[in-house]
């Protein structure tokens, strides 16, 4: 079945500093790719996705990668500020009969002030 | 619009004895699904609901989870004989799934178990 990476695990930035995660996944038919943004106390909320068949999407601050051919997709945070502190997860999903989406471990931002 | 709703929002209970969590998914998405969290931790899948079609109970981790679903609203999970280790957040959310590309999941609040 799909496996989903994340790195890093924990991640300090200056305010104002870009902060950059990083995902792999394993299966190759994975076609859609959601990043997900979980405050203390909250539930997650979607912030960007990429479908397979685009390489780049930004998002005022936030842009998104995807190498199928390398399985690596990326979230890039640009002039972070303190709110953007949080658990980041990366998702895969491959359309099938059913719908389940596989989500990585998370990153924990912190953007120091 | 509405978003995913969860009740109750905390709930403590003493160990052996049985819960149940609620979510109301976002009017006319027909996927559900429920996750576990444990502190700090990833999202763990547990069961998948879509329309009429038998759920995908792959992520039960025993025999003491059960969820049900009306239809394409309301679903209950329930966890018999709780155990302290199943202490986590449970987290429902819902997609509408169209022909062609996967659908968004819209997540509830979570309902934070504790079993003392």
């Known amino acids: 079945g799909e496996n989903v990476e994340q790195h890093p695990s924990t991640l300090s930035v200056q305010e104002g500093d870009s902060a950059v995660i990083k995902c792999t996944y394993s299966d190759s038919a994975s076609n859609y790719f959601p990043w997900y943004k979980q405050e203390l106390g909250k539930g997650p909320q979607l912030i960007i996705d990429?479908?397979?068949?685009?390489g780049e999407k930004k998002d005022q601050r936030i842009a998104v990668t995807l190498n199928k051919t390398a399985k690596h997709f990326s979230l890039h945070i640009t002039e972070t500020q303190p709110e953007d502190s949080a658990v980041y997860f990366c998702?895969?999903?491959?359309?099938?009969?059913?719908?389940?989406?596989?989500f990585g471990p998370g990153t924990s931002l912190s953007v120091i002030p | 619009g509405a978003g995913v709703s969860q009740s109750p929002s905390n709930k403590v209970t003493e160990k052996g004895k049985d819960v149940e969590l609620r979510c109301d998914p976002i009017?006319?998405?027909?996927?559900l699904y429920w996750y576990r969290q444990r502190l700090g931790q990833g999202l763990e899948f547990l069961i998948y609901f879509q329309g009429n079609s038998a759920p995908d109970k792959s992520g039960l981790p025993s025999d003491r989870f059960s969820a049900e679903r009306t239809g394409e609203s309301v679903s209950t999970l329930t966890i018999q004989r709780t155990q302290q280790e199943d202490s986590a957040v449970y987290l429902c959310?819902?997609?509408?799934?169209?022909?062609?590309?996967?659908?968004?999941?819209?997540f509830g609040p979570g309902t934070r178990l504790t079993v003392l």
């Open positions: 990429i479908r397979s068949n685009v």
């Open positions: 998702a895969a999903s491959i359309k099938t009969s059913y719908d389940k989406v596989i």
């Open positions: 009017s006319g998405h027909t996927a």
């Open positions: 959310a819902s997609s509408f799934l169209a022909g062609g590309w996967t659908d968004t999941q819209y």
